[in-house]
């Protein structure tokens, strides 16, 4: 394929592909592990990203009324944690003029969403409550399904469709041809009395029988809604007011634990490993009790962040409330980071805005306020840029960067929250860690579970194939005995 077409593909693309084995699997697994559709799948995808500038989709390339409009966008999540993405069918209209933005609208979200939670699968809502014949839009609706289906592989949970019009019964059986057999039982058909099955009401708006009071509003880009950074205290009203409480009112005590905290950081070794060995002499007085054992690593250009994926907190029976992030400088200058959260209310986070010396590691104890639990929908960003040499670490230089540095240079890594709702788990971590087996996560799970329902799959097409043979078998032996007995009766009739 690459030699061939490597005209028609980005290069960006092959790079990635050379260098995400994630990525890979993924298409194998939507493709049933089939080389062949696997390599077809791929080719297929990257010229359309390739012709749509996936890679180059920013707000600043599409019009700003597409943003404005509010009928794509993605906000909450559903009762398995998978993020939601919103098709508010009563806000489009069809224009054929249009049509080819509103699709680049669509690639810019999902690739958006697919580059910062590294391909987590989505859940689409299709909201078609006061919608009629003058909205629907099946080559938009397809444009949608082929996202999923041919382009995004492994990215869909499930199509929520709510309140579909009975007047649309039929466009969506022909939609339900192009989604083919994998996709079709992922279609959830459900109204006001059954939708909270798979969103809960704190997700869902009044009109679908909810309780969120959000609304949709552009600028800013709806995103995660991250908060402005958490204090060491506990939560603020607004980031202003954190800078100046910084730049005014710095405690001088807590001033002195940082720099404590700064110089035993610096004495550190230059990677997550040796970290590991020496956590229990060094980092004593630092590491919450019930912290868990870094187990994965995120590599980013500026900071390697562990755990790479999900924070693991205790339910309110288990009462395991702190969890540990070490972040690593792998560059050869000071990194200012940040950290924020969909959930500012719950969390404490110390530090929680400082910087990191070139080759040392830092900690940064999340914990949670007395009375909260952690829950699946809440994330954190750790923001990263790289300062000079020249500019100082302290209070008010972080400030000053934070206002100029541009979004272009920042790096953002997200996390999830875990809960755990017993001791158990912890206890085979320990096990598997003691004989240095990989603990595996969630995601690995849902893959694990995938394959299998996918191979469940082939073997029903497989013995509904056998039966149909079977049938078809029994039926020519019928035939065939008819047949034979009716040249016999011939025979019989015209020798009597």
């Given at each position: 394929y690459?030699?061939?077409?490597?005209?028609?593909?980005?290069?960006?693309?092959?790079?990635?592909?050379?260098?995400d084995d994630k990525w890979v699997e993924n298409y194998l697994i939507w493709r049933h592990d089939v080389v062949d559709d696997t390599l077809k799948m791929i080719d297929e995808s990257f010229q359309w990203r390739k012709d749509y500038t996936v890679n180059d989709l920013t707000e600043s390339v599409l019009p700003k009324?597409?943003?404005?409009?509010?009928?794509l966008f993605l906000h909450g999540y559903d009762k398995e944690g998978y993020k939601l993405f919103w098709f508010r069918v009563k806000h489009h209209t069809r224009d054929?003029?249009?049509?080819?933005?509103?699709k680049k609208l669509v690639a810019f979200?999902?690739?958006?969403?697919?580059?910062?939670?590294?391909?987590?699968?989505?859940?689409?809502?299709?909201?078609?409550?006061?919608?009629?014949?003058?909205?629907?839009?099946?080559?938009?609706?397809?444009?949608?399904v082929s996202c999923f289906t041919d382009y995004y592989p492994n990215f869909l949970t499930k199509i929520v469709i709510f309140e579909m019009p009975w007047i649309?019964?039929?466009?969506f059986k022909i939609v339900k041809g192009w989604l083919g057999p994998d996709a079709i039982s992922m279609l959830k058909f459900t109204n006001k009395s059954d939708v909270q099955e798979y969103i809960s009401g704190e997700y869902l708006p009044p009109h679908m029988g909810g309780t969120d009071s959000f609304k949709y509003s552009y600028p800013p880009l709806v995103d995660d809604d991250f908060q402005t950074p958490l204090c060491e205290n506990g939560p603020i009203t607004s980031e202003d007011e954190h800078e100046s409480k910084e730049e005014i009112d710095v405690d001088t005590k807590e001033t002195g634990e940082l720099n404590e905290e700064q110089n035993l950081n610096q004495k550190k070794m230059n990677s997550i490993e040796q970290i590991s060995k020496s956590e229990e002499t060094d980092k004593t007085e630092i590491k919450p009790k019930n912290a868990k054992k870094a187990l994965t690593t995120f590599k980013g250009p500026l900071l390697h962040i562990s755990p790479a994926e999900e924070l693991y907190f205790g339910s309110k029976e288990t009462g395991e409330k702190k969890c540990l992030i070490v972040l690593t400088n792998v560059t050869k200058n000071i990194v200012a980071f940040k950290v924020r959260t969909t959930a500012p209310?719950?969390?404490?986070?110390k530090p929680s805005n400082s910087s990191c010396e070139p080759g040392t590691s830092l900690d940064i104890i999340v914990s949670l306020h007395g009375g909260f639990a952690a829950s699946l929908q809440d994330r954190f960003l750790?923001?990263?840029?790289?300062?000079?040499?020249?500019?100082?670490?302290?209070?008010?230089e972080l400030t000053q960067f934070w206002k100029e540095v541009p979004r272009t240079k920042v790096m953002e890594h997200r996390l999830r929250c875990h809960v755990v709702e017993s001791s158990k788990p912890s206890s085979l971590t320990l096990k598997e860690n003691t004989f240095n087996i990989p603990a595996k996560n969630n995601e690995d799970l849902h893959i694990q579970l995938t394959r299998l329902l996918q191979i469940n799959k082939r073997l029903q097409e497989q013995i509904e194939r056998c039966l149909w043979f079977q049938q078809l078998s029994v039926v020519i032996s019928l035939l065939s005995v008819t047949v034979v007995a009716f040249c016999f009766y011939l025979a019989y009739t015209q020798r009597s």
């Open positions: 690459l030699l061939g077409k490597s005209d028609k593909y980005d290069a960006r693309d092959v790079e990635r592909l050379q260098q009324w597409l943003f404005e409009n509010g009928s054929p003029k249009q049509q080819l933005e509103k979200w999902l690739e958006h969403y697919a580059k910062r939670d590294h391909g987590k699968p989505l859940t689409v809502v299709f909201d078609m409550s006061e919608t009629g014949i003058s909205h629907i839009d099946l080559d938009f609706v397809r444009f949608i649309m019964n039929a466009a209310e719950k969390y404490r986070v750790i923001m990263a840029a790289e300062m000079d040499q020249s500019s100082g670490a302290g209070v008010p």
